[in-house]
């Protein structure tokens, strides 16, 4: 059973026997390269999602970069890390949109109609903004390389970095489809996705947090998106990275993880509420 029969001369009753549904693998791989597929053919979305990331790094590297301290390390390799892994909420945002899309254009009742089962339209959803994430995460790391980032760390290290961030990424991305549930419209759910890009500025993400005030440290240091810049940093940047963040490579990467499973823990179920009263 392919979701592409999803026409309306093959959509399925809802009656039809259990025994005859598709699996939750089969239906969400379906869903899954729709997903793929829509945003590979619309080329707004594979340019924008291309050049937003480089222009806004671009803008960092080379115009606020010569006034950036960046606590002992060059500001190319504390500025690149913080990229990398906050282009996670950069496609968060477009995910969120999706969804309100798809609600609003009816494909989600279109999928309740056919014999699948319900979870598949979330995961395969997931499974979707994963891939497109990949994409822009290369993309991301060879502009890096190009303007002056260097590894320092270990290959498997750097792997490793770049496997947290697709656990970030799926963590967060249940909090950006919980937001396109409840915003109704894709102009909404951009509006309400945006509201989360401020936080990437109150972080470790292009600036040391010891440079803000120092009412704002408490924050900027603890929240999820500090420990995930610092982990994707300690581990591209190796034994010299420790100095200037103050803490070991697991330190963060420990914290990162938990708070990975706290915004799946916290966002997940309201986005299966949500999509269960849509």
Not at 30 to 37: C, D, M, P, V
Not at 240 to 251: E, I, M, R
Request: aromatic share 10%.
């Amino acid at each position: 059973m392919a979701i592409r029969a999803a026409t309306p001369d093959l959509v399925r009753p809802a009656s039809v026997p259990s025994a005859h549904q598709a699996g939750l693998g089969v239906s969400t791989l379906e869903i899954a390269r729709r997903g793929i597929l829509k945003f590979l053919r619309t080329p707004q979305l594979v340019v924008v999602g291309t050049l937003q990331g480089a222009m806004f790094l671009l803008l960092f590297r080379y115009v606020f970069g010569g006034a950036i301290s960046a606590g002992g390390l060059s500001y190319v390799d504390f500025l690149v890390p913080g990229f990398i892994a906050t282009s996670v909420l950069f496609g968060g945002m477009g995910s969120a949109a999706a969804v309100a899309e798809d609600l609003q254009q009816g494909f989600v009742d279109r999928l309740r109609s056919l014999p699948i089962p319900r979870s598949a339209a979330l995961t395969g959803r997931v499974l979707a903004d994963l891939g497109i994430l990949a994409w822009s995460l290369v993309i991301t790391t060879v502009i890096g390389f190009l303007v002056g980032f260097r590894l320092h760390g270990s290959v498997p290290a750097a792997v490793g970095a770049l496997g947290l961030c697709l656990i970030f990424g799926i963590a967060f991305d249940w909090l950006f489809i919980a937001l396109g549930m409840i915003s109704g419209t894709p102009q909404a759910a951009q509006g309400i996705g945006f509201m989360v890009f401020p936080f990437t500025f109150v972080s470790s993400a292009y600036v040391p947090v010891s440079s803000m005030p120092g009412w704002m440290q408490s924050f900027a240091a603890n929240q999820p998106i500090t420990m995930m810049v610092d982990a994707v940093r300690a581990l591209t940047l190796g034994s010299g990275a420790k100095a200037a963040l103050g803490h070991p490579t697991g330190y963060f990467v420990v914290r990162a993880l938990i708070w990975s499973a706290a915004l799946v823990v916290a966002f997940a179920p309201l986005a299966v509420a949500r999509y269960r009263k849509a």
